[in-house]
């Protein structure tokens, strides 16, 4: 799922050429996913999700779109004054503390925070329908 039409097409010629059979593309808007209710165990987000521009709507699709137990797992970068290089100070919406405040307000439960080998400036966590 994607809301940038190049990255439609990049995915596309991916499959193509890795002559994949078991994946579809689905082109997303600001606020939906486009993705038939109840229609997935993991929705998995990385780095996109200090993009999104309406979180409680799009949280509100992603909650449809999962299966009832199902996850959602986001990893995005910290964002920390003093820290940060500039880049994410400067593109980086909002910190960890508004992505788990948001999330939860959306109505799913947090379930952990993975340690994830090799992540040096981003975080992981995982939650619940």
Known sequence: V????????????????EKLSNV?????TQITTELPKNSCDLI???DTYHHFEHP???LADI???LRPG?????????????????WVINHVRCGLATVV????IAGFSLLEYPK???LKENYAIIFTK
């Open 63 to 65: 909650k449809r779109a």
């Open 44 to 46: 998995f987000i990385c």
């Open 116 to 118: 994830i080998k090799g």
């Open 2 to 17: 994607d809301l940038a039409p190049k990255m439609i097409e990049h995915l596309h010629r991916r499959i193509k050429e």
């Open 101 to 104: 405040k948001e999330v939860i």
């Open 24 to 28: 579809e593309v689905v082109q997303c």
């Open 70 to 86: 199902g996850r959602l797992a986001i990893v995005d970068f910290y964002r920390k004054e003093g820290e940060s290089r500039d």
């Open 56 to 58: 409680q709507k799009t």
